[in-house]
T-cell receptor, first 114, second 110 residues
Framework: SAVISQKPSRDICQRGTSLTIQCQVDSQVTMMFWYRQQPGQSLTLIATANQGSEATYESGFVIDKFPISRPNLTFSTLTVSNMSPEDSSIYLC???????????FGEGSWLTVV | EDQVTQSPEALRLQEGESSSLNCSYTVSGLRGLFWYRQDPGKGPEFLFTLYSAGEEKEKERLKATLTKKESFLHITAPKPEDSATYLCAVPGGSQGNLIFGKGTKLSVKP
């Protein structure tokens, strides 16, 4: 399976600031997703990161709030903009590969907004 | 609408006490059912994929089974290190993504 590295693993952020999370994969992958997991909740898809084109966002998530880049098949970034305490979550990078496109996850980036 | 429901929400077991977790799903055309383990503050760790009714997969003390409407994760003689949240998911999103259940939080006491 792919090895997925996320940075930062954890951060405390001030209200109103923005933070960029990086996701690096050790092999080229077609499918790359960003999920959010709020405290005590399950995972919710934010968007699919498309290489060479704009990300595809799920209902309730917008590009101005969560801009995503994917310059190549091994790297993506997610920015959480103008943060509020409601953005305190674990943000997870995931990739799909193999039979049935099994989806693997990075270790996550745990953001706390104060 | 595609949906995944897991039960129970939480399960407390004594070490060695076997039990099962349930995942029921509603999807139009199953393209696999995935089980993950998640430790606190970490990303989900892939365990199994099941593709057709009757299929079973095993890994150490865990065995996953699949019917046309639900999947079970059987835990045999669990140990404290099996304590985690177990998530079930199916491909169902418009973007080829997974739809997750809310998970079962398993606690195994020595």
């Amino acid at each position: 399976s792919a090895v997925i590295s996320q940075k930062p693993s954890r951060d405390i952020c001030q209200r109103g600031t923005s933070l960029t999370i990086q996701c690096q994969v050790d092999s080229q992958v077609t499918m790359m997703f960003w999920y959010r997991q709020q405290p005590g909740q399950s995972l919710t898809l934010i968007a699919t990161a498309n290489q060479g084109s704009e990300a595809t966002y799920e209902s309730g998530f917008v590009i101005d709030k969560f801009p995503i880049s994917r310059p190549n098949l091994t790297f993506s970034t997610l920015t959480v903009s103008n943060m509020s305490p409601e953005d305190s979550s674990i943000y997870l990078c995931s990739v799909g590969e193999g039979r049935g496109n099994t989806i693997y996850f990075g270790e996550g980036s745990w953001l706390t907004v104060v | 609408e595609d949906q995944v429901t897991q039960s129970p929400e939480a399960l407390r077991l004594q070490e060695g006490e076997s039990s099962s977790l349930n995942c029921s799903y509603t999807v139009s055309g199953l393209r696999g059912l995935f089980w993950y383990r998640q430790d606190p503050g970490k990303g989900p760790e892939f365990l199994f994929t099941l593709y057709s009714a009757g299929e079973e997969k095993e890994k150490e003390r865990l065995k996953a089974t699949l019917t046309k409407k639900e999947s079970f994760l059987h835990i045999t003689a669990p140990k404290p290190e099996d304590s985690a949240t177990y998530l079930c998911a199916v491909p169902g999103g418009s973007q080829g993504n997974l739809i997750f259940g809310k998970g079962t939080k398993l606690s195994v006491k020595p």
